[in-house]
Nanobody, 127 residues
Framework: QERMVESGGGSVQAGGSLRLSCAGS????????IGWFRQTPGKEREGVAA????????YYADSVEGRFTISQDDAKNMVYLQMNSLKPEDTAMYYC????????????????????WGQGTQVTVSS
C-alpha cells in the first residue's frame, strides 16, 4: 500500500515554529482529504488538522486552532502543517494520512477512515 511521506520535524523551544511536509501521490492526494495526526507513547493517536484538497476546506482540533495552519500544493501533491507558538504539550510523533473510506466527511475526529499512513516525524518542544 502506498504510504505518505512526512518530513520537517525537529526540536524547538516553546514559542517556536516548525513546518511539517507531507508528500503524497496522485492516487492518494487527488480530490481527497489529507490529515495530520499525532501520538505520544501510551496515548491514542489524535487528529490535529485536515484539509480537503478539492475545496481547500480546513479542519482543526481545538487544541491547535489559531496556532497551526494546514495548506496544500496541488502541483506537488504536498500538504504542509505550519506550527506556530509551539507548546511542550505539542511534543509527539506526527503522522500524515489520506482518507480511504468514501462517503465520510473530511475532518480530524475519526482516524479510522484514514490510511496510507506515513512513518511519522518527531516534534519535540522544550520549555
Amino acid at each position: 500500500q502506498e504510504r505518505m511521506v512526512e518530513s520537517g520535524g525537529g526540536s524547538v523551544q516553546a514559542g517556536g515554529s516548525l513546518r511539517l511536509s507531507c508528500a503524497g501521490s496522485t492516487y492518494t492526494y487527488s480530490d481527497n482529504c489529507i490529515g495530520w495526526f499525532r501520538q505520544t507513547p501510551g496515548k491514542e493517536r489524535e487528529g490535529v488538522a485536515a484539509i480537503y484538497v478539492g475545496s481547500s476546506s480546513t479542519y482543526y482540533a481545538d487544541s491547535v486552532e489559531g496556532r497551526f495552519t494546514i495548506s496544500q500544493d496541488d502541483a506537488k501533491n504536498m500538504v504542509y502543517l505550519q506550527m506556530n507558538s509551539l507548546k511542550p504539550e505539542d511534543t509527539a510523533m506526527y503522522y500524515c494520512a489520506a482518507k480511504v473510506t468514501p462517503g465520510w466527511h473530511c475532518g480530524v475526529s475519526n482516524r479510522a477512515v484514514f490510511g496510507h499512513w506515513g512513518q511519522g516525524t518527531q516534534v519535540t518542544v522544550s520549555s
